[in-house]
């Protein structure tokens, strides 16, 4: 009985092991120059080179250069550090240079 407990508990250990990767998630830099801020909406619109990208900004978001959303305005230049949620760019982090 114990031999078979300590079994399904290493088997269960490998199979979290395996399966993490899985959960990762591909974090992407976006530099670019900004379009749009909706702070009330929490929306920042970026974009470089014909690619244009609206993030959703969070509390937990994190910021470099500024301490807030409603501090980056059109025209700024920033590099989103982002992950991809579903349809949704996710902004992990926003640095503005």
Known sequence: ????????IMLTACVG????PALAQNV????GTVLKVDDAAGKLTVK???TRFTFVVDGRTQYAGVKALKE???GDVVTVTYI????QYIAQKIAKK
Do not use: E
Request: charged share 20%.
């Open 84 to 87: 991809v949620m579903g349809s």
């Open 1 to 8: 009985m114990m031999h078979r407990m300590i079994l399904t």
């Open 48 to 50: 470089k080179d014909g």
């Open 28 to 31: 992407v830099d976006f530099p």
């Open 17 to 20: 092991i395996i399966g993490a």
């Open 72 to 74: 980056i305005k059109a």
